[in-house]
């Protein structure tokens, strides 16, 4: 612990219950002091149960927004430190405003959405640490001297959005010179979990906006006005008003328009609603502070004389550095992967989430898994997973189940590990540490995650004596079409790869246990074939999932996955079924065995099902369902999300596969890489280029189709050792200076 301060509350209402619609207004804090000599380094610490937005002087103290973030705050609780030493005067004030985010407002989904998930109430601790040039040290503590009041929020929440009454607006209250004379003080608690608490310096770079939008003027009907950003964001808009006092403008989100109308039917209980009233003082800018939406339309209603003089829509997520890009010479197939981007970035608000529109927007451990290894090409994701999976391992149950979402929200969640131990759900404790490692060869991602993925094979051993998990719970093959995959062979198989990945972490760190899982996984593998493939070498789930994920778990071989894979195809008009869990693995299985040309098939094929069908019919980001619309049905009713990252993981097979650039788990953080592509021989794409950073510079890849042949391009840092190989294709010519290479290929006859 860097840091120990009281923690400070101030009331603003009586406390809500978790079934209450809504909160109560924000507690406002400030706190004036003046240095007492020259400064060598001040330093802010600040925490909360809620989150905040600080200033200083006047100013935000930076530009992030919904800090702390989220974790499982009765375990540990985030705080935030801020070098502020060049921005100290002689007299100086500190300013505090709270929202209920995830700790008291509303958090879950459908009937397990409510309030108070960890607290019902706002708490905040701050220290500014002043050292001085002459040696002193000063401490200012938040504590019952720190002024308080209530102010223009009088209501925020992340799902339902903020509503703000500019009338009460406190002003400048960060100012030195404020006049806080009829300011309240704050009250000191004992922190709610205070026994023993934890609090922890956050890794996670914080959420700021990092995408700016115009929004377009689509109509206007009685003061009723519809915006289109003209992306799927998550975010806010901010606004200038001018009007009389008293007006109000209320600002809705949805991601479509139906007839021309705001849907959002699909956002369920999230009302994704902002309010303003103005106060009537000449041009008033508004931003809420408190909440963020998924959403690409607006519809600003205008009630009483106030007109709008600017809006502009902000896309926000965490801060993390940018390390990938693809494209090619399908807009189509470039198109699908911006939309995974978006969908990344749109879900990476300090914990991956599935959604950012509706009442769910949790940290579901199985789309979080299923894309991880898309997200890590496209940013640097180090420090954004090892916090998710510290926040799954606080979520692990003590029987050793990863529970299907974390951080584990309180209210009501544990029913959600009814489901227990969800295949493909739980493996985001093997799966993210690997790839992790894998991308960024840091071995103690593995120490911290590979005793929690032990508990959980504990749990599947004494669950399954026979190897088998057929116990028939999870969700399986996650929205996919036609005949589900059976349970127990979608829950052996990721045992199995739970045994595996095990395996192969003990190996890199030198863990006595790497033999026992290797064993494991061979016994699990022979259960599977004994109970599952029949003599004709089909899965008795005979679907394109239980083949994919077989032949990339070990269970099957290149040969049996030829031969059932493409008879699926066959027998489904050449159209893919996957859900969340087959997906990721459909485009690269089939090209490693042999059938590129169906990957490329199905990644430029723009009719239903498939990617290319979202990006004709407007997508900006990915749909959680193939038919989450239809030509025939519009949209779908129900559980329909458009911006659901899980089916972008195709993003992977474009950095892996069309590219081929291949991080090598021996040689981790691309101390190698192997470049492997799999250019389009069906001639549909003709070109692709794309980069990934490494640690040791750029590699960037391209090709393009002249003629009969194809010419590759590479560049990889002098530090990086590369290999290349070109299946099914013959070199005709190339050549090497320095990082730079060059082939020239043709197909194999
Ligand atoms: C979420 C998912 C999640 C799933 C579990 C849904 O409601 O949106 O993406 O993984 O439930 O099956």
């Not at 969640?413 to 739980?426: K, V």
């Not at 559980?639 to 474009?654: I, Q, R, V």
């Given at each position: 612990?860097?840091?120990?301060?009281?923690?400070?509350?101030?009331?603003?209402?009586?406390?809500?219950?978790?079934?209450?619609?809504?909160?109560?207004?924000?507690?406002?804090?400030?706190?004036?002091?003046?240095?007492?000599?020259?400064?060598?380094?001040?330093?802010?610490?600040?925490?909360?149960?809620?989150?905040?937005?600080?200033?200083?002087?006047?100013?935000?103290?930076?530009?992030?927004?919904?800090?702390?973030?989220?974790?499982?705050?009765?375990?540990?609780?985030?705080?935030?430190?801020?070098?502020?030493?060049?921005?100290?005067?002689?007299?100086?004030?500190?300013?505090?405003?709270?929202?209920?985010?995830?700790?008291?407002?509303?958090?879950?989904?459908?009937?397990?959405?409510?309030?108070?998930?960890?607290?019902?109430?706002?708490?905040?601790?701050?220290?500014?640490?002043?050292?001085?040039?002459?040696?002193?040290?000063?401490?200012?503590?938040?504590?019952?001297?720190?002024?308080?009041?209530?102010?223009?929020?009088?209501?925020?929440?992340?799902?339902?959005?903020?509503?703000?009454?500019?009338?009460?607006?406190?002003?400048?209250?960060?100012?030195?010179?404020?006049?806080?004379?009829?300011?309240?003080?704050?009250?000191?608690?004992?922190?709610?979990?205070?026994?023993?608490?934890?609090?922890?310096?956050?890794?996670?770079?914080?959420?700021?906006?990092?995408?700016?939008?115009?929004?377009?003027?689509?109509?206007?009907?009685?003061?009723?006005?519809?915006?289109?950003?003209?992306?799927?964001?998550?975010?806010?808009?901010?606004?200038?008003?001018?009007?009389?006092?008293?007006?109000?403008?209320?600002?809705?989100?949805?991601?479509?328009?139906?007839?021309?109308?705001?849907?959002?039917?699909?956002?369920?209980?999230?009302?994704?609603?902002?309010?303003?009233?103005?106060?009537?003082?000449?041009?008033?800018?508004?931003?809420?502070?408190?909440?963020?939406?998924?959403?690409?339309?607006?519809?600003?209603?205008?009630?009483?004389?106030?007109?709008?003089?600017?809006?502009?829509?902000?896309?926000?997520?965490?801060?993390?550095?940018?390390?990938?890009?693809?494209?090619?010479?399908?807009?189509?197939?470039?198109?699908?992967?911006?939309?995974?981007?978006?969908?990344?970035?749109d879900n990476f608000l300090n914990?991956?989430?599935?959604?950012?529109?509706?009442?769910?927007?949790?940290?579901?451990?199985?789309?979080?898994?299923?894309?991880?290894?898309?997200?890590?090409?496209?940013?640097?994701?180090?420090?954004?997973?090892?916090?998710?999976?510290?926040?799954?391992?606080?979520?692990?149950?003590?029987?050793?189940?990863?529970?299907?979402?974390?951080?584990?929200?309180?209210?009501?969640?544990?029913?959600?590990?009814?489901?227990?131990?969800?295949?493909?759900?739980?493996?985001?404790?093997?799966?993210?540490?690997?790839?992790?490692?894998k991308m960024y060869a840091d071995?103690?991602?593995?120490?911290?995650?590979?005793?929690?993925?032990?508990?959980?094979?504990?749990?599947?051993?004494?669950?399954?004596?026979?190897?088998?998990?057929?116990?028939?719970?999870?969700?399986?093959?996650?929205?996919?079409?036609?005949?589900?995959?059976?349970?127990?062979?979608?829950?052996?198989?990721?045992?199995?790869?739970?045994?595996?990945?095990?395996?192969?972490?003990?190996?890199?760190?030198?863990?006595?246990?790497?033999?026992?899982?290797?064993?494991?996984?061979?016994?699990?593998?022979?259960?599977?074939?004994?109970?599952?493939?029949?003599?004709?070498?089909?899965?008795?789930?005979?679907?394109?999932?239980?083949?994919?994920?077989?032949?990339?778990?070990?269970?099957?071989?290149?040969?049996?996955?030829?031969?059932?894979?493409?008879?699926?195809?066959?027998?489904?008009?050449?159209?893919?079924?996957?859900?969340?869990?087959?997906?990721?693995?459909?485009?690269?299985?089939?090209?490693?065995?042999?059938?590129?040309?169906?990957?490329?098939?199905?990644?430029?094929?723009?009719?239903?099902?498939?990617?290319?069908?979202?990006?004709?019919?407007?997508?900006?980001?990915?749909?959680?369902?193939?038919?989450?619309?239809?030509?025939?049905?519009?949209?779908?009713?129900?559980?329909?999300?458009?911006?659901?990252?899980?089916?972008?993981?195709?993003?992977?097979?474009?950095?892996?596969?069309?590219?081929?650039?291949?991080?090598?788990?021996?040689?981790?953080?691309?101390?190698?890489?192997?470049?492997?592509?799999?250019?389009?021989?069906?001639?549909?794409?003709t070109s692709a280029s794309g980069?990934?950073?490494?640690?040791?510079?750029?590699?960037?890849?391209?090709?393009?189709?002249?003629?009969?042949?194809?010419?590759?391009?590479?560049?990889?840092?002098?530090?990086?050792?590369?290999?290349?190989?070109?299946?099914?294709?013959?070199?005709?010519?190339?050549?090497?200076?320095?990082?730079?290479?060059?082939?020239?290929?043709?197909?194999?006859?």
């Amino acid at each position: 612990m860097l840091f120990d301060s009281k923690w400070i509350t101030y009331k603003t209402g009586e406390y809500k219950t978790a079934d209450d619609k809504y909160g109560n207004p924000s507690p406002y804090f400030r706190r004036s002091f003046k240095t007492a000599g020259r400064v060598k380094k001040a330093t802010l610490f600040a925490s909360a149960l809620g989150v905040f937005k600080i200033y200083l002087n006047g100013e935000p103290l930076s530009g992030e927004y919904l800090s702390p973030g989220w974790v499982d705050y009765s375990k540990k609780l985030p705080f935030i430190r801020y070098d502020i030493t060049e921005r100290l005067l002689e007299s100086n004030a500190i300013g505090v405003v709270l929202g209920d985010g995830w700790a008291v407002g509303h958090i879950g989904s459908n009937y397990t959405f409510k309030r108070n998930g960890y607290s019902d109430r706002i708490e905040f601790t701050a220290l500014i640490r002043i050292e001085y040039e002459n040696g002193e040290l000063e401490e200012i503590s938040s504590d019952k001297t720190w002024r308080a009041s209530s102010g223009a929020i009088r209501r925020s929440d992340i799902y339902m959005g903020e509503f703000v009454d500019n009338r009460l607006c406190l002003g400048n209250f960060s100012q030195a010179a404020y006049d806080d004379s009829a300011w309240d003080y704050a009250e000191e608690t004992v922190f709610k979990f205070s026994r023993n608490l934890y609090l922890e310096e956050t890794i996670v770079p914080p959420i700021v906006v990092k995408h700016t939008f115009k929004p377009v003027l689509v109509s206007q009907e009685n003061g009723t006005f519809i915006y289109d950003v003209t992306q799927n964001i998550a975010g806010v808009l901010s606004c200038v008003f001018r009007g009389k006092c008293g007006a109000r403008v209320v600002i809705r989100h949805g991601e479509l328009l139906e007839n021309g109308k705001l849907y959002t039917e699909n956002l369920r209980k999230a009302e994704a609603t902002d309010t303003y009233i103005l106060s009537g003082n000449g041009d008033e800018y508004f931003r809420p502070l408190f909440t963020y939406h998924g959403f690409r339309y607006a519809e600003i209603t205008v009630e009483g004389e106030a007109e709008i003089v600017d809006i502009t829509a902000e896309a926000m997520y965490s801060d993390l550095k940018s390390t990938g890009s693809f494209e090619c010479s399908d807009p189509i197939v470039s198109k699908i992967y911006q939309n995974a981007l978006w969908g990344q970035r749109d879900n990476f608000l300090n914990v991956p989430t599935d959604c950012p529109q509706r009442d769910e927007r949790l940290g579901w451990t199985g789309d979080a898994q299923i894309f991880c290894q898309s997200a890590m090409y496209n940013m640097d994701c180090r420090k954004f997973y090892e916090k998710y999976l510290a926040d799954v391992r606080d979520a692990q149950l003590g029987n050793g189940v990863i529970p299907a979402a974390a951080p584990l929200p309180h209210v009501g969640f544990y029913d959600y590990t009814g489901h227990d131990a969800a295949a493909g759900w739980c493996e985001a404790i093997a799966e993210i540490p690997y790839c992790h490692y894998k991308m960024y060869a840091d071995k103690k991602i593995i120490r911290d995650n590979l005793p929690a993925l032990k508990k959980l094979l504990d749990y599947y051993e004494t669950e399954s004596p026979d190897y088998i998990r057929s116990g028939g719970k999870g969700y399986g093959d996650w929205v996919s079409l036609g005949t589900p995959t059976d349970l127990g062979v979608v829950s052996t198989l990721y045992y199995a790869k739970a045994a595996e990945l095990a395996s192969k972490m003990c190996g890199i760190i030198g863990d006595f246990e790497e033999e026992y899982y290797s064993k494991l996984y061979l016994r699990i593998k022979d259960a599977f074939r004994a109970r599952y493939i029949s003599e004709d070498g089909r899965i008795k789930s005979d679907t394109q999932t239980a083949y994919v994920m077989a032949y990339k778990f070990g269970i099957i071989d290149k040969n049996e996955a030829e031969a059932n894979l493409v008879r699926k195809f066959d027998e489904n008009g050449g159209h893919l079924t996957t859900g969340f869990l087959g997906i990721k693995f459909l485009l690269p299985t089939l090209c490693d065995i042999g059938r590129s040309d169906i990957a490329y098939r199905i990644i430029t094929d723009t009719s239903y099902p498939g990617w290319g069908y979202s990006v004709v019919n407007g997508a900006t980001t990915i749909w959680e369902h193939w038919d989450s619309y239809t030509h025939e049905n519009g949209i779908r009713k129900g559980m329909n999300s458009f911006n659901h990252y899980s089916f972008g993981s195709c993003s992977e097979w474009m950095f892996e596969y069309c590219l081929g650039i291949r991080p090598d788990i021996e040689n981790p953080g691309f101390k190698k890489v192997k470049l492997a592509p799999y250019m389009d021989i069906t001639g549909k794409i003709t070109s692709a280029s794309g980069y990934y950073d490494t640690d040791y510079g750029r590699i960037s890849v391209s090709w393009q189709k002249n003629g009969d042949c194809f010419e590759y391009k590479a560049s990889v840092p002098q530090q990086i050792s590369c290999e290349f190989v070109f299946r099914g294709m013959e070199t005709v010519e190339s050549s090497n200076s320095g990082t730079s290479y060059f082939f020239k290929l043709k197909k194999s006859e």
